[in-house]
């Protein structure tokens, strides 16, 4: 299957510092990239969807001022969680959805990044 | 965001034993995924079903979407300790973003 990287894998920050984490498809070009949060024992709730070279769009609840993304590339989309607070502390995880038959309905998901907050 | 039902929550079996589990909804998806996740890791890709009807295998695991394309299983056979996991089913409603299930835990006794 495809492959997505994400970077960092954890992070730990002090409290009102700001985190970038990166997602990169790195076999296929992703015309869309999502970006979840999931907390402990719990499913993936969707935070946004991000399409190169446009805004992305949040989900209901989710501060765009706060969780800043950018689709600079068809490979690279970009999460900062800025003035991070203990509260945002969570695992992160990106995937993306291909272009061209073989990837189109599909969708790949990173390995995730685990930020904590201190 | 929308919700699957996806039952059951958890098991516990025996190495060697078959599992299933399954997911419906009451919205129509054009694409079923299933996903296992491991922890402290991002859901693989198990299985992509795109037709109603459909039946697919993936070594052991076997996945169907459902005729009215408002449910879909998962089975897996002769399990092992490395199933051990969270599995998600996942529907794909056109071109926007996936609604997850609220996951399956799944383990195994040796």
């Known amino acids: 299957g495809a492959v997505v990287s994400q970077h960092p894998s954890w992070v730990i920050c002090k409290s009102g510092t700001s985190v970038k984490i990166e997602c990169r498809s790195l076999?296929?070009?992703?015309?869309?990239m999502f970006w979840y949060r999931q907390f402990p024992k719990q499913s993936l709730m969707l935070m946004a969807t991000?399409?190169?070279?446009?805004?992305?769009?949040?989900e209901q609840g989710v501060e765009k001022d706060k969780f800043l993304i950018n689709h600079a590339s068809l490979t690279l989309s970009t999460l900062t969680v800025t003035s991070a607070h203990p509260e945002d502390s969570s695992f992160y995880i990106c995937?993306?959805?291909?272009?061209?038959?073989?990837?189109?309905?599909?969708?790949?998901f990173g390995p995730g990044t685990r930020l904590t907050v201190l | 965001g929308q919700q699957l039902n996806q039952s059951p929550q958890s098991m516990f079996i025996q190495e060697g034993e078959d599992v299933s589990m399954n997911c419906t909804s009451s919205?129509?998806?054009?694409?079923w995924l299933w996903y296992k996740q491991d922890p402290g890791e991002g859901p693989v890709l198990l299985i992509a079903?795109?037709?109603?009807?459909e039946l697919t295998s993936n070594g052991r695991l076997t996945a169907q979407f459902g005729i009215t394309r408002k449910d879909s299983f998962l089975n897996i056979s002769a399990s092992i300790p490395s199933d051990v996991g969270i599995y998600f089913c996942?529907?794909?409603?056109?071109?926007?973003?996936?609604?997850f299930g609220s996951g399956t835990r799944l383990q195994v006794q040796p």
């Open positions: 919205s129509i998806f054009n694409t």
């Open positions: 991000s399409n190169e070279g446009s805004k992305a769009t949040y």
């Open positions: 079903l795109y037709k109603a009807g």
């Open positions: 995937s993306a959805r291909g272009l061209g038959r073989r990837h189109t309905d599909t969708q790949y």
């Open positions: 076999d296929f070009q992703a015309t869309t």
């Open positions: 996942a529907g794909l409603p056109g071109r926007r973003a996936l609604t």
